[in-house]
């Protein structure tokens, strides 16, 4: 059986910095197209970022682009996203997705690609 735990969310001041992480059990995660995804009440879940694990290639989306940074370990088999200088719109649950398209960079900026997904974790970023 597959799958996803997340942790390392939590409550911080803006400019703060988390480190979330997703670890797979049933599932390599140097397979396929991995992502961090995040929701916030009443809207719907949007890419954050995610990577390609066959090829290395990573996308971000605007909103944190040159403040997050995805990663993978392999012998973890463990998907990072760090997350520098936050702010009160990061706030959100946030999820791990694994199992994307092979079209990672494409396709795989929509939740709907997407096979298996981790229960979540919360971040809270207060200004």
């Known amino acids: 059986q597959v799958r996803l735990m997340e942790s390392g969310g939590g409550s911080v001041q803006a400019g703060g910095s988390l480190r979330l992480s997703c670890v797979a059990s049933?599932?390599?995660?140097?397979?396929?197209?991995m992502g961090w995804f995040r929701q916030a009440p009443g809207t719907e879940r949007e890419v954050v970022a995610i990577i390609d694990a066959e090829s290395g290639s990573k996308y971000y989306a605007d909103s944190v682009e040159g403040r997050a940074a995805i990663s993978l370990d392999n012998a973890k088999n463990t998907l990072y996203l760090e997350m520098n200088d936050l702010k009160p719109d990061d706030t959100g649950m946030y999820y791990c997705?694994?199992?994307?398209?092979?079209?990672?960079?494409?396709?795989?900026?929509?939740?709907?690609?997407?096979?298996?997904w981790g229960q979540g974790t919360q971040v809270t970023v207060s200004s």
């Open positions: 049933g599932y390599t995660v140097s397979d396929r197209c």
């Open positions: 997705a694994a199992g994307g398209p092979r079209n990672c960079i494409g396709y795989g900026l929509s939740p709907d690609n997407y096979e298996v």
